[in-house]
């Protein structure tokens, strides 16, 4: 069965220091994958998503990047982090075509 | 432009109450629908979710939702809420990004359920 790994779970950075959130799915090949960021008392917001490797789209201009350097590994990167990147960030995989996506279990980023 | 709102931010039921989540979408051709459940710290899991067909879905945990399209609907519900069921639920409408099916899920801002024994 397929599975979706994110870490780390927690991170407290501080201003201006750099990110690297890394997530990896198992037991399938060429999948979709998606980053997407909570914030409190919201629902998501679509960052990124990737149909191959090196292969980034963006949703929203930001603060942010991504890299897709293997088929079933997803980066979400920073220079510099900002106060505003402070948030729950998710990754989530599909297969492509008209099948739901599946998260993992979210990285809670903490900006001081 | 394609939104989901969940108008109820917090709903509390007693244990073994039934339970209505409403959800409204705004998409201009046939919607893909999902929803899905979070507890606390977690990602997020599907519940159920709506393609084409029957406009009654079933789901897991005793979770059904039903599509109306003239209501622009797509509400969730549970004939008798366990204590387990607490978290939040969020709706989301899938919107194709390109040819091949959906990929972008526009999601609700959440409804929080609480149960209380």
């Known amino acids: 069965s397929q599975t979706i790994h994110q870490w780390p779970a927690t991170l407290v950075q501080p201003v201006g220091s750099p990110l690297s959130l890394e997530c990896t799915v198992e037991?399938?090949?060429?999948?979709?994958l998606y980053w997407y960021r909570q914030a409190a008392g919201r629902g998501l917001q679509l960052l990124f998503y990737?149909?191959?490797?090196?292969?980034i789209s963006s949703e929203v201009p930001q603060n942010l990047s991504a890299s897709r350097p293997q088929d079933r590994q997803f980066i979400l990167s920073s220079k510099k982090l900002l106060l505003s990147d402070s948030g729950f960030y998710l990754c989530?995989?599909?297969?492509?075509?008209?099948?739901?996506?599946?998260f993992g279990d979210g990285t809670r980023l903490s900006i001081l | 432009a394609q939104s989901v709102t969940q108008p109820d931010i917090h709903i509390t039921v007693s244990e073994g109450a039934s339970l209505e989540l409403r959800c409204n979408y705004s998409y201009g051709a046939t919607p893909y629908l999902f929803w899905y459940v979070q507890s606390p710290g977690q990602g997020l899991q599907l519940l159920l979710k709506?393609?084409?067909?029957?406009?009654l879905v079933q789901g897991i945990k005793g979770f059904e939702a039903e599509f109306k399209r003239s209501q622009s609907s797509f509400n969730l519900r549970k004939p008798s809420v366990h204590w387990s069921d607490a978290a939040e639920y969020f709706c989301a409408v899938g919107v194709p990004m390109f040819s091949g099916g959906y990929n972008k899920l526009i999601f609700g801002a959440g409804t929080r359920l609480a149960v209380h024994p």
């Open positions: 709506y393609f084409s067909g029957d406009t």
């Open positions: 989530a995989w599909s297969v492509s075509g008209n099948q739901p996506q599946h």
């Open positions: 037991g399938t090949s060429n999948p979709n």
């Open positions: 990737s149909v191959g490797i090196g292969q």
